[in-house]
């Protein structure tokens, strides 16, 4: 009986840290943009975006899409101001995630529902034809709407992109956050606590072998990612993702939209060779960008080579044919423009 109490008296003290961190977050990131009302099949959902410069003539607009874990200021913090001193630049936290909502979808967690309901909020801001980056998860995003709406872009690009199912599965307690009961326990008792304990770790492997930039994660608002509902809209989108990779897959190679694929070639989150190296062979005409000794975040390690393979799309450059590597100290291997 003694064992029960301590029990309850601990869980209940966790769940109050938890409800005030979450609090606290939310009051200290405050949504940094504004919200847009969908309808149709996304009928309630409001998305949360944040808009940075302005039209310009003959300069595509650019969409951007973050991955997993995180929202949209991991993009507007890396590559919104310079993006945005060239064309106009919309990011958009995906459902769920920082300041979106989740709508009640049947089948949010899939790439390509996500795709339709970031178009629908594109199109209702007025962003026609414009250049699509997604970085990780949201690569799958963006390849979705490539397949969907091909002719209504001006390029793509997958940053670092998550592509195919890959070999094994994915980390333990997503199937906890499935569980009924316990699931809700766990993510309102230990997620705060936990995610605190290992965020600075956390931070550090993904960008490994680059380094971080001082204070990423508070200037992400990496916290709201512990809050219940994002972190279980996080670890749907995650568990579901390689079934839904082994289906959209399949069609990568009736991708006609001009596409600059980049990547580090030492990003160890998510495989290059596996994932970009075999998307720029599916997909005819595209280039790979190819940064040496680069991990999973070169938006922020290595910044001009993400805004540059962007804006080339956004004027209307045709990709170069084959791969472009770009070493750390600057050296680039270019093949011949494509004709």
């Given amino acids: 009986m003694a064992l029960f109490i301590l029990l309850a008296v601990l869980l209940g003290s966790l769940f109050v840290y938890s409800a005030r961190a979450a609090s606290w977050a939310e009051k200290t990131w ?52 310079p993006l945005a001193r060239e064309t106009l630049a919309v990011a958009f936290d995906r459902p769920g995630h920082g300041w979106s909502g989740r709508g009640t979808h049947p089948r949010i967690a899939d790439p390509a529902v996500q795709a339709r309901a970031i178009r629908q909020a594109a199109a209702k801001l007025g962003m026609e034809k414009p250049v699509v980056l997604g970085h990780s998860w949201g690569a799958s995003v963006a390849a979705a709407w490539a397949l969907q709406d091909g002719e209504g872009l001006s390029g793509l690009v997958p940053l670092s992109g998550a592509l195919y199912p890959w070999p094994g599965g994915v980390a333990w307690y997503h199937s906890v956050v499935r569980t009924p009961l316990i699931g809700s326990i766990f993510i309102r008792t230990l997620i705060v606590p936990g995610g605190k304990a290992l965020m600075k770790k956390g931070v550090a492997a993904n960008f490994h072998p680059d380094r971080a930039p001082e204070g990423y994660a508070e200037a992400i608002a990496l916290p709201l990612l512990f809050r219940p509902s994002e972190f279980r809209a996080n670890s749907e989108d995650t568990a579901n993702l390689k079934p839904h990779l082994a289906r959209q897959s399949a069609d990568y190679e009736k991708i006609r939209v001009p596409t600059i694929v980049v990547t580090g070639n030492a990003d160890y989150t998510v495989s290059p060779k596996l994932h970009s190296y075999a998307f720029h062979n599916a997909v005819a005409g595209s280039e790979l960008v190819k940064l040496k000794g680069t991990g999973h975040m070169p938006h922020h390690a290595r910044r001009e080579a993400v805004v540059d393979a962007v804006l080339r799309l956004a004027r209307g450059e045709r990709p170069r044919a084959g791969q472009t590597t770009i070493h750390s100290d600057g050296r680039v291997e270019m093949p011949e423009a494509a004709d």
């Fill in 30 to 81: 405050p949504p940094g943009g504004d919200f847009i009302e969908l309808d149709g099949e996304f009928s309630g959902m409001r998305l949360h975006y944040v808009l940075q410069g302005e039209s310009r003539p003959g300069v595509a607009p650019v969409v951007l899409i973050h991955g997993a874990s995180g929202n949209l200021r991991d993009l507007t913090e890396s590559l919104g101001e």
